[in-house]
């Protein structure tokens, strides 16, 4: 049985539950007599997507999609690349290291300096400025929302196609872990260990989690200047923390920080047009290795290096049964490094080296009132980004 590179693979799961979960999910077994039992339930999923606060899915008067945490996992789906499994009219493209959001058939080409996309994605409400930084790994997640546009009016200019929002795992007050081992093909290796509790006495509680995921490359590749002769390898590491601080019954602090990196080689790719008209340069130029899909023949080896993180603050007050304030302070950082032979071909033709780095801050205020009949949101944004980046082209001409 042919088996496709990256494919097969084991994962395994450990959970150790502290605290009584237990007992409290035999009681509710204990309550349910056998005609309810029968019968469907309707699963109660609360979003914050529509910034109104957190609302019933649906109560939602908006093409919206939301997935459980449960759902990615059955799925297998640890990257906002394989979204598009689970939710429909969405499609994430990799060019290179740069993600192309496309919602509804809407997105953007441009992913270099000077471009913004017209489909976006936040992490826990705040917004994530540059294509390069959206490909990180999950790690226990509450949920991802997907709201379809056009989103202007709540998201900016920027949600002409819609928005993503990843909300990570809030901590509790209950004491758990989980720890899961995975293992696949091409030496593929991947471990990663959660934990949550209380600290202390009082309303605070604190969550952390670490993963850590490994695998040699599967694409062969030639006459490279390097001894990398294995490409679309993987090295990467995440790490996640959250604090929550119930200071009283009606305000809510809460204090996320994700960093995430990785170095491996970024996907390439290999001519195929052989004709007169094909576009690229007949044999013996080129070697005719088109039959093999997992083979290349490069000039340079491929490289990229990324490091990135942030912090975010949300802070949320409950003034009175209609009335709620919230705040979202966010600060990101991003660096990455990338060599490719963007003319795939062992001809020194065309070579391009990119570095990149970027810091962003943004400020919201937002100021929800609903009773009733009448409702309303009133909002202040303020975003800043500070963006470089080094952009070098060898090109031979013969």
């Given at each position: ?272 047009g052989q004709t007169p008209t094909g576009g690229v ?118």
């Amino acid at each position: 049985m042919d088996i496709a590179p990256g494919m097969a693979g084991l994962t395994i799961l450990f959970s150790a539950l502290m605290g009584f979960h237990c007992t409290l999910a035999r009681a509710q077994t204990a309550n349910i007599d056998s005609g309810q039992a029968d019968s469907p339930v309707l699963e109660h999923v609360l979003v914050t997507a529509t910034k109104s606060g957190a609302v019933d899915l649906q109560g939602v008067p908006l093409a919206i999609t939301a997935i459980s945490a449960d759902e990615l996992n059955l799925s297998g789906i640890s990257s906002i690349k394989d979204l598009s499994l689970l939710a429909p009219g969405i499609m994430v493209s990799q060019n290179v290291n740069y993600g192309q959001v496309y919602i509804r058939g809407i997105g953007t080409n441009n992913v270099f300096i000077g471009g913004d996309p017209s489909s976006t994605v936040h992490l826990n409400g705040a917004y994530l400025a540059r294509p390069s930084s959206v490909f990180t790994e999950f790690l226990e997640l509450e949920r991802i929302e997907v709201l379809r546009g056009p989103q202007g009016t709540l998201y900016g200019r920027n949600s002409t196609g819609g928005t993503i929002n990843i909300v990570t795992s809030k901590p509790t007050g209950d004491y758990f872990s989980k720890i899961s081992a995975e293992w696949g093909n091409y030496n593929k290796k991947g471990l990663s260990v959660f934990i949550n509790g209380p600290l202390g006495e009082g309303e605070l509680a604190g969550n952390l989690g670490v993963s850590s995921k490994r695998r040699e490359g599967y694409v062969n590749a030639t006459y490279l200047d390097s001894s990398r002769d294995k490409l679309n390898d993987e090295d990467r590491l995440k790490i996640q923390s959250a604090l929550s601080w119930l200071p009283s019954d009606s305000v809510t602090i809460e204090l996320t920080m994700d960093y995430f990196t990785s170095d491996e080689t970024p996907p390439t790719h290999k001519p195929t047009g052989q004709t007169p008209t094909g576009g690229v340069p007949p044999p013996p130029l080129i070697p005719a290795r088109i039959n093999d899909p997992w083979r290349v023949a490069l000039s340079t080896a491929p490289d990229f290096q990324e490091e990135s993180g942030g912090v975010n603050i949300k802070l949320e007050w409950q003034i009175n049964d209609h009335s709620l304030l919230s705040s979202i302070t966010s600060y990101r950082q991003l660096d990455f490094d990338l060599l490719a032979d963007t003319d795939y071909s062992e001809l020194t033709t065309l070579i391009s080296s990119i570095s990149e780095e970027q810091t962003q801050s943004s400020q919201e205020f937002r100021y929800n009132y609903d009773q009733g009949n009448f409702a309303f949101i009133a909002g202040l944004f303020y975003f800043k980004e500070s963006y470089e980046s080094d952009i070098f082209v060898q090109i031979l001409i013969a």
